[in-house]
């Protein structure tokens, strides 16, 4: 069969990658075998060492002297776990954050990540389940407190665990896909025709140029994740949370739907769960959640062309090296191909470019980047380690 000239080598499996490989093994194991299985997918590329870091899972030691457990050698630690298309980069503000708060941190690479878009055609959700499963239980070893932290699908898939897991303490949430788009549970409908159109297998086909996080995405992630979101759905509802909750979410996120975290945090029992809402009009507080509860931030800085948060926009401090202020890379993908003149232009950095979500009213003024890290970072650090106080 002719292969598609928008497909490349890229697009196609590793072979390496589909399954949770960490079974039977030790944490610093599990993270040496995942930085070999990365160098090996990715080997051809020059900015391999790169790559190899910043998508590995990783652990830090935390860096305070008061970190010492009582019955193991960490008093807290907490497991992270990355969104979809994305990679453990993507945690690691946060993860000097709770090594800086006595945290023993672990962040795990969710099986079909890390090495290349076609890598997440055959993934199940399991895995990643699996995958954050055996973070916990790595975890549970060397700390008393058992704390996690998820992004985006990394958010539900930490909610999962903790839904069973009795030694969960408390949890942060990071632009958690608690609701997408309904049309994601027939996204794999493709199969009864994609052997014939291997295209059909995906929603985009991108450049890839990030080294971090897949700008390709399958049509299979999307239908994953939706299962994911209702098996959660389906347990929760019989398994209530009475655990402390952080959460973090865009009012503008064109990702996933910012009132299903809402309706989530207003439902939460425990009295110290928090909701930190970046929204363009913070003078408006949605409605059904209790004023002690939430934190309005406003997102829109003129000062600085922003026009919103985004989904993209929650878990990176401004000066990230790579998707910063002053990085490498520009998220422009949503210009491509269909308005190549604009994506170039983005790519460019022109004066004149503005930064938010990809909203049909922002895409509408002007040459618009999609915003990669949070403008309130430091701001984010002092509520979540208010949050951390309390917890005594």
Same mark, same amino acid.
């Given at each position: 069969?002719?292969?598609?000239?928008?497909?490349?080598?890229?697009?196609?499996?590793?072979?390496?990658?589909?399954?949770?490989?960490?079974?039977?093994?030790?944490?610093?194991?599990?993270?040496?075998?995942?930085?070999?299985?990365?160098?090996?997918?990715?080997?051809?590329?020059?900015?391999?060492?790169?790559?190899?870091?910043?998508?590995?899972?990783?652990?830090?030691?935390?860096?305070?002297?008061?970190?010492?457990?009582?019955?193991?050698?960490?008093?807290?630690?907490?497991?992270?776990?990355?969104?979809?298309?994305?990679?453990?980069?993507?945690?690691?503000?946060?993860?000097?954050?709770?090594?800086?708060?006595?945290?023993?941190?672990?962040?795990?690479?969710?099986?079909?990540?890390?090495?290349?878009?076609?890598?997440?055609?055959?993934?199940?959700?399991?895995?990643?389940?699996?995958?954050?499963?055996?973070?916990?239980?790595?975890?549970?070893?060397?700390?008393?407190?058992?704390?996690?932290?998820?992004?985006?699908?990394?958010?539900?898939?930490?909610?999962?665990?903790?839904?069973?897991?009795?030694?969960?303490?408390?949890?942060?949430?990071?632009?958690?896909?608690?609701?997408?788009?309904?049309?994601?549970?027939?996204?794999?409908?493709?199969?009864?025709?994609?052997?014939?159109?291997?295209?059909?297998?995906?929603?985009?086909?991108?450049?890839?140029?990030?080294?971090? *996080? #897949?700008?390709?995405?399958?049509?299979?992630? @999307?239908?994953? =994740?939706?299962?994911? !979101?209702?098996?959660? +759905?389906?347990?929760?509802?019989?398994?209530?949370?009475?655990?402390?909750?952080?959460?973090?979410?865009?009012?503008?996120?064109?990702?996933?739907?910012?009132?299903?975290?809402?309706?989530?945090?207003?439902?939460?029992?425990?009295?110290?769960?928090?909701?930190?809402?970046?929204?363009?009009?913070?003078?408006?507080?949605?409605?059904?959640?209790?004023?002690?509860?939430?934190?309005?931030?406003?997102?829109?800085?003129?000062?600085?062309?922003?026009?919103?948060?985004?989904?993209?926009?929650?878990?990176?401090?401004?000066?990230?090296?790579?998707?910063?202020?002053?990085?490498?890379?520009?998220?422009?993908?949503?210009?491509?191909?269909?308005?190549?003149? *604009? #994506?170039?232009?983005?790519?460019?950095?022109? @004066?004149?470019? =503005?930064?938010?979500? !990809?909203?049909?009213? +922002?895409?509408?003024?002007?040459?618009?980047?999609?915003?990669?890290?949070?403008?309130?970072?430091?701001?984010?650090?002092?509520?979540?380690?208010?949050?951390?106080?309390?917890?005594?």
């Amino acid at each position: 069969m002719k292969v598609n000239p928008l497909l490349e080598a890229r697009h196609q499996t590793s072979g390496l990658n589909n399954l949770f490989n960490g079974d039977g093994l030790t944490f610093a194991n599990y993270v040496t075998l995942n930085r070999n299985m990365i160098a090996t997918v990715r080997a051809h590329d020059p900015r391999l060492n790169q790559i190899v870091d910043g998508n590995s899972p990783f652990a830090l030691q935390p860096s305070t002297q008061s970190a010492v457990g009582h019955t193991k050698p960490y008093r807290r630690g907490i497991l992270l776990t990355h969104g979809l298309t994305d990679s453990p980069y993507s945690m690691h503000h946060l993860a000097k954050f709770f090594q800086q708060q006595g945290f023993r941190v672990l962040g795990i690479l969710l099986p079909g990540h890390g090495t290349q878009p076609g890598d997440t055609l055959e993934v199940r959700w399991q895995e990643w389940a699996k995958a954050v499963a055996y973070g916990t239980d790595q975890l549970a070893k060397e700390a008393d407190e058992i704390f996690l932290g998820g992004y985006s699908a990394g958010g539900v898939l930490t909610l999962n665990q903790s839904l069973h897991d009795p030694r969960v303490r408390g949890l942060f949430l990071f632009s958690p896909a608690l609701k997408i788009s309904s049309r994601a549970a027939r996204a794999n409908w493709h199969k009864i025709y994609s052997w014939l159109k291997p295209t059909a297998k995906w929603i985009s086909i991108k450049p890839d140029t990030d080294i971090y *996080k #897949y700008e390709s995405s399958t049509k299979n992630i @999307a239908a994953q =994740l939706y299962a994911l !979101i209702k098996q959660f +759905n389906r347990q929760w509802a019989g398994h209530p949370l009475n655990i402390p909750i952080f959460t973090v979410a865009s009012q503008d996120d064109a990702t996933a739907d910012s009132t299903a975290t809402v309706d989530f945090m207003a439902r939460a029992t425990h009295p110290l769960s928090k909701l930190v809402l970046y929204t363009t009009d913070p003078s408006q507080s949605p409605p059904g959640i209790a004023p002690e509860k939430l934190e309005l931030v406003n997102s829109h800085l003129p000062d600085q062309k922003i026009l919103s948060s985004a989904h993209t926009a929650v878990v990176l401090a401004p000066n990230d090296a790579h998707y910063g202020h002053a990085g490498d890379y520009c998220n422009c993908i949503h210009y491509y191909p269909d308005e190549m003149d *604009k #994506y170039q232009a983005c790519n460019r950095g022109d @004066a004149d470019i =503005l930064q938010g979500e !990809i909203s049909a009213g +922002n895409l509408k003024s002007g040459i618009l980047r999609r915003l990669m890290v949070n403008p309130n970072f430091a701001a984010l650090e002092i509520s979540m380690k208010k949050f951390i106080e309390r917890l005594g």
